[in-house]
């Protein structure tokens, strides 16, 4: 299944520069690791050693933010990677 994955900015050092890849999978963990295969490096800084996602990055599929790794992802569907703004 092929996902269209929209980078954020601080990952696209990652990604040669491009804001948009694609990856394939039917859930969220799979198409990650499927970045994982063409951009080395690329899960680990979304997921952490315990398999969550990262408190600064935030998931959605279309419209619909996941944080469960296992959630379906449909053959088309965007998988965008946002972010997080934090500060003190």
Not at 9 to 19: A, D, V, W
Not at 63 to 77: F, K, N, T
């Amino acid at each position: 299944m092929s996902v269209r994955v929209v980078v954020p900015g601080q990952l696209r050092g990652y990604t040669r520069g491009r804001p948009e890849v694609q990856a394939e999978g039917a859930t969220v963990d799979a198409v990650l690791w499927d970045l994982d295969r063409q951009f080395p490096g690329f899960r680990f800084r979304v997921i952490d050693e315990q398999d969550r996602v990262r408190r600064h990055i935030l998931l959605f599929v279309g419209e619909e933010r996941r944080e469960d790794l296992h959630s379906p992802v449909p053959d088309g569907a965007a998988l965008q990677l946002v972010g997080a703004l934090s500060g003190g």
